[in-house]
């Protein structure tokens, strides 16, 4: 479909996975990840009874607090562990047949995959992170750094943490200048036209052309994203042939969902992969059945995952409340420990968490599945 990128499909192919040793699961989250609660406006606002539970909710809050309630100050964290994300991933691959490769890449940390280089059972991970780059259209792109050299690993991310807190243009290309001099790393644009900050599509993806143009010499590929919509990806897919850029794989995993797409490859281990892409720009994407169902269940489904209780996380972290954090002036707390301290969490967040227990209800579910489904099919 783009040069050396070649798009397969599960359910379109008897035999996907033929002729390939291995599969790549790229980009998906952990506890580590820190996931703001601004996408709740958008998520609701496509289902209609959700949307009003929201806007009630939104006019309370301002009735109470006298403010706008501000998302960017809530987040949570994806309810696997590194070493269960990475079981999760290598699990789905090997179910497939292939010799499993895989590269967790958290939002601006690599504090949850850097433990895995010292066990034993998962000595073969790779260092890598999704990088949050600001830009001076007041949004932000990420970039997968993929396979960063576990020596220079501390050094590379302060390098990035201090460009994301002070950015100064003209230190970018020195930064991905640096990122590419090392053979065995893969600096991927996620999700390219994810409108993330909600400039407006247009301007988004006016940003994001120049940025790909400007910096193409660093770029070694364009991701399609397991968590984005056809239309969005087909975007991705022009832009990569207009710009002689390989297409890859990035599920995007943040519930207990596997990645909804993977890259096939007959590479023995990652450095020989990302000379696939680098040098050969030779990339075999392969969509699996997950991503033909409504975006907007499978997202919901992952809210409904990160709020289900789990008594045997391995940081104690049992409910909800442990995993779900809120800025305040006197710190950071979990919104458990605020309601030690007799403080409930904003109206907004109480009616949502109604709202996503209501469409975890199977009855719902089947209903929104119906529904959703009709209007979100993928076609081709």
Known sequence: MNGGSRLRFYWKDADPCR???????????TSSSQELLDFIPRLLSRVPLLSQFERAALRKYKQVHGTELDYRH?????????VEAFALERQQIEKLGLRPMVSLSDHDTIEGVWKLQ?????????????WSVPTPQQSVLHLGVHNIPPAQAHSIMAMLAGFTAQPEPHRLADILAELNSWPETLVVLNHPYWDEKWIGAEKHAAMVESFARQYRPFLHALELNGLRPWRENLQTVRLGLELGLPLISGGDRHGLEPNANINLTNARNFAEFAQEIRVGRSSDILFLPQYRTSLTLRVIETVCDVLRTNPDHPFGWAHWTDRVFRRTPDGVRSLSEEWIHGVRPPVIVRLFLASIRMADCHAVRSAMRVALGAKEEMVW
């Open 19 to 29: 002729g390939f040793a291995a599969g790549v699961s790229l980009h998906s989250h």
């Open 74 to 82: 809530i987040w949570w964290t994806p309810p696997l562990t590194a």
């Open 118 to 130: 010292s066990m034993e059972s998962t000595r073969e991970a790779v260092v890598s992170v999704e």
